[in-house]
């Protein structure tokens, strides 16, 4: 029997075609009926330009149905979908065409002459563009083709997506994903969720990312449901649609956005069945705040671009601040010493996953895949973690932001968590600076609310606790610490700007 992802989902879709997929902030909606229709069409365009069964078709679009319909086509036509984020500039496309060998790319209209010059050089033949209202050559081209298309019969390992990700360290790295990983995950995840007719999804993510188009649109499918689907977070926009949703999806900043926002009350989250965070750590302090406010607890988990969701907390039971959960049914997930070796319940270390979500390992790089995997098959994450005696794991941060200072192990999280809870702090992030005499010295940089709050005030508190090793030698104060789309503290960017402090090089 065919392993194609998108049969699965078929197999899901409402009896009745005509009910809603997608409906736009503006009111626009998309049936099941067009998904499918539209998935065919397009489906007809890339196999008429050429792209045959396990060839790679790249996407850098902004968010809309029909960039959804382009990653539903590659997986009917049997194509692996790169979907690309579109803060990529130049030089990173042109890395990513000359790697992937995509045979098709799809890019913004106004990007349309740049990309064609990178994909001439590439050796990428077409380029077919899209613009956010769904306009552009793929919808003209595609518009008078058959909405008819046979899904192409896929094997489980057959790959469905090459997602790029910087993952543990340097350069990106495309981890192939197959047919099955995805599919697993997504009936995990469903269950796991307890998704349930009527459940309504407020769609608030990125598409070219895991968390927005995998889990996200992926538990939909499987559900057969709406999902209101914005462009981009706007804090009026969700207090708008929460109403008529049962699920929302987002990274903390999206929660702690809601939080400012004075519009956001219990009222407007009537309907909802359930919060879920993930893609970057959320602070205790919005968990609770946001239970106070809204009487939810968010759920928490944690996943990965290689693996897509390892851990959660639970539907029913507790759901703990601070920790990611358990890990899903079907996921092993261990803590291990740089040997490999496991560690006891409570110690800290590396995280290792295995299960049938772990990817194919990385594209044309058998070397570095091999590298990431334990002879028993456990992928090695890249996450410091520990997991406690009821099997909740509590992520500390990546294994490359651990600092070593003088010679001592310091994981930032746990001065990141002190400074946090002090008065005034909003948040901070704790690196690792160049420092002559220790090799690295720790750093931090704080987002504080209260102007009149100094660095000794902090060090003088942390002293209290920590090792004098751990406490930071420089503190930055800063209006914003600086994301990326996803949530996640660019800490590379704050070791960047800091890099001299104590070098004194230019
Ligand atoms: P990505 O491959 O971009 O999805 O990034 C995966 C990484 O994001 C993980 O290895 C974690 O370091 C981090 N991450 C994802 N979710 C969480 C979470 N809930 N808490 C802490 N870190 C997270």
Redesign the pocket.
Known sequence: MSKNLYDLFRGRFPADLGQPFIETVDGHVFTYGDLDEASGRIANLLTGLGVSPGDRVAGQVEKSPQAVFIYLACLRAGAAYVPLNTAYRRGELEYFFSDAKPTVVVCRAEFEAETKGIADTCGVVHVLTLDEAGGGSLTERSAGLSADFATIERRADDLAAVLY?S?TTGRAKGAMLSHDNLAANALTLHKAWGWKPGDVLLHILPVF???GLFVAIHCVLLNGSPMLFMGRFDADDVIKLLPRATVMMGVPTHYTRLLAAPGFTAGVCRNMRLFI??????LSETFHAFEERTGYTIL???????TGMNTSNPLDGDRIAGT?GLALPGVEARVTDDDGTVLPVGDTGVLEIRGPNVFKGYWQMPEKTAEEFRSDGFFI???IARIDDKGYVT?VG?AKDLIITGGFNVYPKEIELLIDEMDGVDESAVIGLPHPDFGEAVGAVIKSRDKGLDGETITGYLKDTLANFKVPKRIYFVDELPRNS?G?VQKNMLREQYKDTFTGSS
């Not at 965070?277 to 959320?282: D, E, N």
């Not at 928490?300 to 290689?306: A, D, I, L, N």
């Open positions: 990700t993952g990312h895991t968390h965070s993930g893609s970057a750590p959320l928490e988990r944690c996943g990965m671009t290689e990611v994450t890249g996450d992520i990546r996803m996640k």
